[in-house]
């Protein structure tokens, strides 16, 4: 094949705007990257600088690094900066998370200390639980926007930087149904500027982002850029956006298993989930209106995979509950627990029971990682609007309105690393290579 899309060379050093800098995901994030840099620790989790692509036939066993398959941005040429509702470095703030051991940072603790937040943009009516200490000022939405964009370009000058990246690592906003308001670019504007109150922040600063013609990641279940609005304003500026809810825990193991469910037809009687944890996500989604948003999010997964309208012996009936504890002892040492009452044959019941005892944040920083690369490329590759072959990193996939979103893990990963081959031209790979070769061996065999 040929190459598809003339992917610009990865020149110079990329922006990364965090919009939750001093938070625990965010400092794990920097952290993390500071000491892969220096060659004090390893990209554990991600795919952009661990995983292999297979190119062509198995048996020409042509498996490249992803990193050296295609033009990535390498973790060494990555500025970071950021907004926050706190003021501080992330030194400080990743002491306070208490994730990552005093060695972990203190291996890097000038470079950390060095990259301190710019005020956000907060109102909480948005986040109850949080108080916002370090925000920015403007008489109406529209104005704040403006000072975000005004962020993003000085961020630029100063760094003598080309390309950035904007991703929201900040707190879960309350649930928002879609309403006029984001129906239209117009609307829009408009509803920034009389401060309508279903334009949370996140939205201003996917906004701000795609003026400045910058990618856009939505880390959190909060509606954010998939609302029309958004979405045509990317598509026409050219600029690639993704979300949402980054993928880690509970729901990256519901991925797994319900796929293995429904390949085997096993039915499914039940599904019972919960969480303990105590970081700042734990405590904001302790708030009933911030926890909808994420149970909206956790609660779809199951029905997109498991599609009990196609299965209605199997699935149409099956009970899912999802409840998320703050427990404040525990930190960001996350406890999941799933009950899974399935039944088999003749409807003979019986049980799957896990138990993962998860890093949140440990989990969440490749996801970063890979995101801010990925969607790097695709903008150097001209891609714009929704990029939902990255669907594999997010737990409630942007998607295109005519596509049904995929939620089968494995299925998302051919997806993403079939879209990076025909990238570069390669054959996607469908597991029948050789097909006619083999189909007629096999006639042969039954023939004779």
Known sequence: MENIHEIAPAEGKLGVLIVGLNGAVSTTFVAGVLNIVHGYGKAVGSLTQLATIRIGERNKNNFPFIKDFISLTAPKDLVIGGWDIRMGNCYDAAKEAQVLQDKDLDSVAKELESIESMRGVFDSYYVKRLKGTFIKDGKNKYELMNQIRQDIRDFKSQNHLGRVVVVWCASTEIYISQSEVHQSLQNFEKGMKENNIDI???????????????????????????????????????????????????????????????????????????????????????????????????????????????????????????????????????????????????????????????????????????????????????????????????????????????????IQLMKLKNTLRVMKGEIPISHLENEDQIVARDLDHMIA
């Open 200 to 410: 949370a922040p996140s939205m201003l600063y996917a906004y701000a982002a795609i003026t400045e013609g910058i990618p856009f990641i939505n880390g959190a279940p909060n509606l954010t850029t998939d609302i029309p609005a958004l979405i045509e304003f990317s598509e026409k500026q050219g600029v690639p956006v993704a979300g949402k809810d980054f993928k880690t825990g509970q729901t990256l193991i519901k991925t797994v298993i319900a796929p293995m469910l429904k390949a085997r037809m096993l039915g499914l009687n039940g599904w019972f989930s919960t969480n303990i944890l105590g970081n700042r996500d734990g405590k904001v989604l302790d708030d009933p209106e911030s926890f909808k948003t994420k149970e909206v999010s956790k609660l779809s997964v199951l029905d997109f995979i498991l599609q009990p309208d196609l299965y209605p012996g199997l699935y149409a009936h099956y009970y899912h509950q999802v409840r998320i504890n703050y427990y404040p002892p525990r930190g960001d040492n996350k406890e999941g627990w799933d009950n899974i009452d399935i039944f088999g044959w003749m409807g003979y019941p019986m049980q799957l029971k896990i138990n993962f005892l998860c890093r949140d944040s440990i989990l969440a920083a490749p996801i970063v990682l890979d995101l801010i690369l990925f969607m790097d490329l695709a903008y150097r590759a001209g891609f714009n609007g929704t990029q939902d072959w990255l669907s594999f990193y997010f737990k409630s996939p942007m998607h295109t309105a005519d596509v049904v979103p995929e939620h089968d893990l494995f």
